[in-house]
């Protein structure tokens, strides 16, 4: 059985490391984390069974895959720290935004396995979204042992790196946005008088639904809509409000500023 090795062990890492030993691709013996937050490693440890380290070059030299769970200003440091323990076929994976797989390559100064990817904090609960950049010198089983990894809590779309950005802004930052529509929705049914617990509940339901539907059906979400929308209805009345209020404008400019973000 291959190793995997998680440098960091903030949110994402937590999330991706619950969702993979949910699924078992790895026993857990065979997963190892390193971060200088103890807390943070207690924890998975407690609740995964995994190993543990405040140590990056001894996650670096057992690891068969390591994934870089650290945040882009670290990068180079910690790249510095391990590039000389790593083995020979390593494969790296990156999950941050604004880092090419070719300066990941560059600061490890040598030939090494690079997959850059996007994954999201839902991968937690088994419902993640990870696009995933194809590497030239990646092979077509080592690239699959790597969607393995993320189909293990959620799903994975591979596309070319130039599209990353964009992935990034609509999938890999979109849960703060949906967090925010389902607390405005609550607020507004707390208006109304609904119960604050209940109001929670039946807004993410509502929008777990619908992303379900248009997930399982594969029509479009303006047909979906429509299908909601009765003539002279209370729905179009709604949606009528959210237009006049530029809802779609909004998150439109959303993508793109996040997008322009992620590059710069």
């Given amino acids: 059985m291959k190793n995997l090795g998680i440098i960091g062990c903030g949110n994402m890492a937590q999330a991706m490391i619950g969702g993979i ?76 935004a604004g880092i090419k797989i070719k300066s990941t390559k560059k600061m490890f100064d040598k030939d090494i396995k690079v997959v850059r990817t996007m994954p999201n904090t839902p991968a937690l609960v088994g419902e993640g979204m990870t696009s995933i950049c194809e590497s030239k010198d990646i092979s077509k089983d080592e690239l699959q042992s790597v969607v393995n990894i993320f189909e293990s809590f959620g799903k994975t779309e591979i ?16 849960p703060a946005y949906a967090y925010m529509f389902i607390e405005a929705l609550a607020d507004g049914g707390v208006l109304e008088g609904l119960p604050r617990d209940k109001a929670y509940k039946m807004a993410a339901q509502a929008l777990l639904g619908s992303a379900k539907m248009i997930l399982e059906t594969n029509e479009h979400p303006g047909k979906l809509k429509d299908n909601v929308c009765s003539p002279g209805g209370t729905t179009i009345e709604a949606v009528k409000v959210l237009e006049d209020h530029k809802f779609r404008a909004g998150i439109i400019e959303a993508v793109r500023q996040c997008t322009k973000k992620a590059r710069k």
């Fill in 159 to 174: 596309i070319d790196e130039s599209l990353i950005d964009a992935a990034t802004s609509v999938h890999g930052s979109s």
């Fill in 21 to 96: 030993c949910k699924a078992k691709i790895f026993n857990s013996e065979n997963i190892i984390v390193s971060d200088l937050n103890e807390s943070n490693l207690n924890k998975v440890k407690d609740i995964h069974n995994i190993q543990i380290s405040k140590d990056n070059k001894e996650v670096a030299s057992k690891s068969d895959y390591i994934i870089l769970a650290i945040k882009p200003k670290f990068y180079e440091a910690v790249i510095k720290e391990i590039k000389d323990v790593v083995k020979k076929d390593v494969i790296i994976i990156t999950i941050a």
